[in-house]
């Protein structure tokens, strides 16, 4: 039987994986982030290009984590 092929991302992925997927563009970027099962935590929102626009992500990184008990963060 053919063994099929595993991206080591998802494999990594378990029930205290946040994830958080990043459309880029140049000037504003679209973030979402889910649990394990693809259900979004927080509505999707924008960030801008700058270090600033970093800094608010990061923040409402560790904002979610700390609120879902979550230890691990995909980007």
Do not use: C
Request: glycine residues 6%.
């Amino acid at each position: 039987m053919e063994q099929k092929y595993v991206n080591p991302k998802v494999s990594r992925i378990s029930q205290d994986t946040l994830i958080v997927g990043i459309d880029v563009a140049k000037r504003n970027h679209w973030v979402r982030m889910t649990d394990y099962r693809g259900i979004d935590l927080i509505s999707p929102f924008k960030i801008n290009n700058t270090i600033d626009g970093i800094k608010m992500l990061e923040e409402k990184i560790r904002i979610i984590k700390q609120k879902e008990g979550l230890n691990n963060v995909i980007l």
